[in-house]
């Protein structure tokens, strides 16, 4: 048998070791809202293919590649106990066992890592909370197709309504047309799934849920009650009203919470999921997740900031560009951003740098920030450039960086790559906020540069969806325990 042969062995064992892990996790998922993370990443509706790549990944976090034969006995530990609604990490349980020395069977160290969410500990199934969408842009399809991957386990959030402009001067092929750019997206591909349109009952039904479109042009003309719809969370992803009393139009008769998808004014809580969301007050009802670039840079400046200090930093968005922007020069409201988007380099504002005090307020460093859009649809990268209280090395800072995007409370917001001809295009579909690029690092005693990649789009999608489960009650515990 030559060399190749014993790859190719290799690889044909671990794609069949592979098959076998798709329906335990389905059904863990589907019967008990358990969700199998590797390494923060979900494993859910995930192909052969998809699980090996996740496992290969591991490399470039913890050193080393993951093996399913390390993890399957893991998972098959998890179906045998008597779980409830849980996150689970089987990355993280089959290197934990790895390093204990106490001699546990993979049963033995399961079912103690995960205590927590088995037997009397374990917490009941939330109710399905309804969600419904006000806008259906980029984000407002993005965030739709996360619920609706979510929805296996009946549940957790149920996307029950989209609202969109339209009222009774819509075209004839209007639902089709919309249904048709949730099935299909330049950027971020096919819909994972089935889209039909029952244009009778104005519905789009996608993987089994009943969406219905509701057109206005105003708040105040929709009563939600009346298609079903009670307690809800309104997510809000036009950016028209961003204070308190414009988002309060949408406090109508079956809405309880309304979540805007830009930076909030005045007093509404900007919110950075991983980072203040446990600050939200239960009554608070509306709240604001931020922009996508403070999603970026705030996890890893509050991780600088906890092990090293910061005294004062600059952030450098390299930003793609968006719809605000013409795709050829004509009148725009705004300096410059009339000037053609696909053929320019674009200097503006960003507000992230200031929205950074209310994510972070025990903060005290200043930090300023400018903003580039550039040439291409989506995936951007902000340059943080700090002054850091203690002098280190780049060294240190990676490990420590490495650490937390492993195992700390900011692994779902932190990721990191060592990949040394990473490029944007590599990062679209990262359900992380940011991607700290190791190899760009930069560190000379007190000063520090961080080059952190992010998904504008689907990155800030994730982290919408976080601090709406979160709010909504379902969001679940992750286990095993973070160790930072």
Known sequence: MTLNDDSFTDWKNREEIAESMIPMIGKLHRERDVTVLLHSRSLVNKSVVSILKTHRFARQIAGEELSVTETLPFLEALTTLDLGPAQIDI????????????????????AEAVAGATG????????????VLYGFGRIGRLVARLLIEKSGSGNGLRLRAIVVRGGGTRAADDLVKRASLLRRDSVHGQFQGTITVDEATSRIIANGNEITVIYADDPSEVDYTAYGIDNAILIDNTGKWRDREGLSQHLRPGID???LTAPGKGDVPNI???????????DEQILS???????????PLKAMNDEYGVERGHVETVHSFTNDQNLLDNYHKADRRGRSAPLNMVITETGAASAVAKALPDLKAPITGSSIRVPVPDVSIAILSLRLGRETDREEVLEYLRGVSLTSPLRRQIDFTTAPDAVSMDFIGSRHASIIDAGATKVDGDNAILYLWYDNEFGYSCQVVRVV???????????PATSL
């Open 91 to 110: 990355g993280i349980l089959a290197e934990s066992h790895r390093a204990d020395d106490r001699g546990l069977s993979v049963l033995d160290f399961t």
């Open 120 to 131: 009397a500990n374990k917490i009941d199934r939330r109710e399905p909370r309804d969600v």
């Open 257 to 259: 919470k309304v979540v």
């Open 272 to 282: 950075v999921h991983g980072v203040n969301h446990d600050t939200i007050k239960p």
């Open 289 to 299: 997740c931020a922009s996508c670039t403070t999603n970026a840079i705030v996890p």
């Open 469 to 479: 489960q979160h709010v909504s009650g379902v969001e679940y515990p992750t286990y």
